[in-house]
């Protein structure tokens, strides 16, 4: 069984940075892709990031684009989202996600990804 475990975020002001983390066990995710996603108060979960099992592709939602940066380190089994200049509107749940072993033509949709963490709040204050 393949467990998931978010970490690092908080609360933050505007402009700043965090760094999540997602590890991973119960089995190797070294050849799957994964992704971020995230969700607000009141809104539906919705597509931050995915990388390619090797790191090779890599694609973001746009209203992220050019602040975040997903990374992966498959040695360690984990997963990182780097977000800097952070916005309000950033402000949600944000949950890590483990999908298939070939990087899915919808990797933006959630029913892609087979396993899921519980998620890390981030809040960023104005």
């Known amino acids: 069984q393949v467990q998931l475990v978010e970490s690092g975020g908080g609360l933050v002001q505007a402009g700043g940075s965090l760094r999540l983390s997602c590890a991973a066990s119960?089995?190797?995710?070294?050849?799957?892709?994964m992704g971020w996603f995230r969700q607000a108060p009141g809104k539906e979960r919705e597509f931050v990031a995915a990388?390619?099992?090797?790191?090779?592709?890599?694609n973001y939602a746009d209203s992220v684009k050019g602040r975040f940066t997903i990374s992966r380190d498959n040695a360690k089994n984990t997963m990182y989202l780097q977000m800097n200049s952070l916005k309000p509107e950033d402000t949600a749940v944000y949950f890590c996600?483990?999908?298939?072993?070939?990087?899915?033509?919808?990797?933006?949709?959630?029913?892609?990804?087979?396993?899921w963490g519980q998620g890390t709040q981030v809040t960023v204050s104005s």
């Open positions: 990388i390619s099992y090797s790191g090779g592709t890599t």
């Open positions: 996600a483990a999908g298939p072993v070939f990087y899915p033509t919808r990797y933006y949709s959630a029913g892609e990804y087979n396993y």
């Open positions: 119960g089995r190797t995710l070294s050849r799957n892709a």
